[in-house]
């Protein structure tokens, strides 16, 4: 089975701390940063975040359906 790749990042310096750095756009469109020491958190924060975005989306959907 082949290794899980994962995606490569901006890196920022902050205060002298170096994050990874990466955005992603939530259900209203905007752009959301989101920072991590390393990238394998970075990335685990990334999958968090776009799960919680497509359930609040998927719950937005449902909620307009019954009002109608």
């Keep these: 089975m082949a290794k899980k790749r994962i995606p490569?990042?901006?890196?920022v310096t902050n205060k002298g701390h170096i994050y990874y750095r990466t955005v992603v756009e939530d259900?209203?469109?905007k752009k959301v940063a989101i920072y991590a020491k390393t990238q394998e958190e970075l990335y685990v924060k990334e999958l968090d975040?776009?799960?919680r975005i497509e359930s609040a989306t998927f719950r937005h959907l449902r909620t307009n359906r019954q009002n109608a």
């Design 8 to 11: 490569e990042y901006g890196i």
């Design 27 to 29: 259900e209203n469109g």
């Design 49 to 51: 975040t776009l799960d």
